[in-house]
């Protein structure tokens, strides 16, 4: 059984920085993808940020040059580090893991993971 846990969340001024973790086990495939989506009430899910086990990344428009994504494959986690932190980013964060995706856009698009974990909150006040 696959599980992906997040934590790292929390509040912070804006200007600020958080880093997140995800925790995925249970996955067998040396393969694999993972990536953070994130949604605000009342707003869509969006993209953040997407790499492959090859190291292969690609982040969404509103945080490019903000946040960096990473992995630690030998404790199977992935962090997003979170800087210059805006209003506009708070919302639920979640960790979503699955196959292999070779193509860069790919890698954002949320129907290509099939395990997601139940969200870490990032609250930036003014």
């Known amino acids: 059984q696959v599980q992906v846990v997040e934590s790292g969340g929390g509040s912070v001024q804006s200007g600020g920085s958080l880093r997140l973790s995800c925790v995925v086990s249970?996955?067998?495939?040396?393969?694999?993808?993972m990536a953070w989506f994130r949604q605000a009430p009342g707003k869509e899910r969006e993209a953040v940020a997407g790499?492959?086990?090859?190291?292969?990344?690609n982040y969404g428009e509103s945080v490019k040059g903000r946040f960096t994504i990473s992995q630690d494959t030998a404790i199977n986690t992935l962090y997003l580090e979170m800087n210059s932190l805006k209003s506009e980013d708070t919302a639920m964060y979640y960790c979503?893991?699955?196959?292999?995706?070779?193509?860069?856009?790919?890698?954002?698009?949320?129907?290509?993971?099939?395990?997601w974990g139940q969200g870490t909150q990032v609250t930036v006040s003014a």
């Open positions: 979503a893991a699955g196959p292999f995706i070779r193509v860069p856009a790919w890698l954002l698009r949320p129907e290509n993971y099939a395990y």
């Open positions: 249970g996955y067998t495939y040396s393969d694999y993808s």
């Open positions: 790499m492959n086990s090859g190291g292969r990344t």
